[in-house]
Nanobody, 127 residues
Framework: QVQLVESGGGLVQAGGSLRLSCAASGRTFSRYAMAWFRQAPENEREFVAAITGSAAGTYYADSVKGRFAISRENAKNTLYLQMNSLKFEDTAVYYC????????????????????WGQGTQVTVSS
């Protein structure tokens, strides 16, 4: 089992940047495929970005491709999301998620595929 704690959210002007972090407990962080999702008010939770356990592969939603970058430091049990050129429509609560897998090169993009979730961190982009 793994516990996830997000941080780094806040209020930023459109065009600005934020870096989210997700600290994970446990000793086998590299055996988890990781992802970021977000949920705006009255919307369903949506996929943002995913990364394989080995960090060799990444996958992005079209809406954030070229602006956001997901990364991880397995030695520090930490997942990151660098968000640049933020837009008003990026405003949401951002969640990190973990899925245990022995497939080091696999990533997943559906909410239902992930077993563990953080509590979320609010990102608000002012226009």
């Amino acid at each position: 089992q793994v516990q996830l704690v997000e941080s780094g959210g806040g209020l930023v002007q459109a065009g600005g940047s934020l870096r989210l972090s997700c600290a994970a407990s446990g000793r086998t962080f590299s055996r988890y495929a990781m992802a970021w999702f977000r949920q705006a008010p009255e919307n369903e939770r949506e996929f943002v970005a995913a990364i394989t356990g080995s960090a060799a592969g990444t996958y992005y939603a079209d809406s954030v491709k070229g602006r956001f970058a997901i990364s991880r430091e397995n030695a520090k049990n930490t997942l990151y999301l660098q968000m640049n050129s933020l837009k008003f429509e990026d405003t949401a609560v951002y969640y990190c998620a973990a899925k245990p897998t022995y497939c080091s090169g696999c990533y997943f993009h559906r909410v239902s595929e992930y077993d563990y979730w953080g509590q979320g961190t609010q990102v608000t982009v002012s226009s």
